[in-house]
């Protein structure tokens, strides 16, 4: 399937058959998440893969009804500690020619530090970097036939704990993955004259 046919055909998907989900499909879809960019080449983003019904069934009383009924669930998080790793990803970002022969200019980190001041700061900057893994992973699953559905609609303590995640994790959404049993028309957008604001 061609890019362009995945981000059209795409959609939430809430109704899944029963069918088992090949375990390989599973791999290409962390892949794809795997190879997503990030800043600073960070990396945040972390996945938990529930096959098992028992498991399954617990999320019940955490989140929605569907999400429990799809034969895989994969709990995207992010690492609140990925931050510290930043000069070490950063040597090797550099070390593998990134920003060779690139027109750089100066750059003083003094003149960014006000960035992360706000305590949640840096927080919202990883989840939006596993974000882009989540999109990632979800038009992977679209070209290999399989239905998804964002959830961000869950309770975060439960699910942790269900899970047993430490601390240093953060679930950023619940991705329900199986074989769609349903086939919904695209779904209302914003006309582009809205969206694009100017061209300057
Ligand atoms: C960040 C994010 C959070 C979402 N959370 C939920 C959710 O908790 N429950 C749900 O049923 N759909 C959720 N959705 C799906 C949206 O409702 C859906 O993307 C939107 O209505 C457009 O439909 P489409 O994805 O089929 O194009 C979420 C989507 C995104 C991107």
Same mark, same amino acid.
Not at 40 to 45: A, E, K, M, V, Y
Not at 88 to 96: F, G, H, Q
């Given at each position: 399937?061609?890019?362009?046919?995945?981000?059209?055909?795409?959609?939430?998907?809430? %109704?899944? %058959?029963?069918? $088992? /989900?090949?375990?390989?499909?599973?791999?290409?879809?962390?892949?794809?998440?795997? !190879?997503?960019?990030?800043?600073?080449?960070?990396? $945040?983003?972390?996945?938990?893969?529930?096959?098992?019904?028992?498991?399954?069934?617990? !999320?019940?009383?955490?989140?929605?009804?569907?999400?429990?009924?799809? $034969? +895989?669930?994969?709990?995207?998080?992010?690492?609140?500690?990925?931050?510290?790793?930043?000069?070490?990803?950063?040597?090797?970002?550099?070390?593998?020619?990134?920003?060779?022969?690139?027109?750089?200019?100066? +750059?003083?980190?003094?003149?960014?530090?006000?960035?992360?001041?706000?305590?949640?700061? #840096?927080?919202?900057?990883?989840?939006?970097?596993?974000?882009?893994? #989540?999109?990632? @992973?979800? @038009?992977?699953?679209?070209?290999?036939?399989?239905?998804?559905?964002? +959830?961000?609609?869950?309770?975060?303590?439960?699910?942790?704990?269900?899970?047993? !995640?430490?601390?240093?994790?953060?679930?950023?959404?619940?991705? $329900? /993955?199986?074989?769609?049993?349903?086939?919904?028309?695209?779904?209302?957008?914003?006309?582009?004259?809205?969206?694009?604001?100017?061209?300057?």
């Amino acid at each position: 399937m061609e890019l362009k046919e995945a981000i059209f055909s795409r959609r939430s998907i809430r %109704k899944f %058959k029963p069918d $088992p /989900v090949p375990g390989e499909h599973i791999y290409e879809m962390l892949e794809a998440a795997r !190879l997503a960019p990030s800043g600073s080449n960070l990396q $945040p983003f972390r996945f938990v893969v529930i096959r098992s019904e028992k498991a399954r069934e617990q !999320l019940a009383s955490a989140t929605l009804k569907f999400v429990t009924e799809a $034969p +895989v669930v994969i709990a995207c998080c992010t690492d609140l500690t990925a931050m510290d790793g930043r000069k070490e990803r950063m040597k090797e970002l550099a070390e593998s020619g990134a920003f060779t022969g690139a027109t750089m200019g100066k +750059v003083n980190p003094a003149d960014y530090a006000d960035r992360w001041k706000d305590s949640n700061a #840096i927080p919202a900057y990883l989840n939006l970097n596993t974000a882009i893994a #989540i999109e990632h @992973l979800i @038009l992977r699953a679209t070209d290999l036939g399989l239905g998804t559905c964002w +959830v961000m609609l869950f309770k975060q303590k439960e699910i942790k704990d269900l899970l047993d !995640l430490g601390e240093q994790y953060a679930v950023v959404a619940l991705i $329900p /993955v199986g074989y769609p049993d349903q086939d919904p028309g695209p779904r209302p957008r914003l006309p582009m004259e809205q969206i694009l604001l100017k061209e300057i």
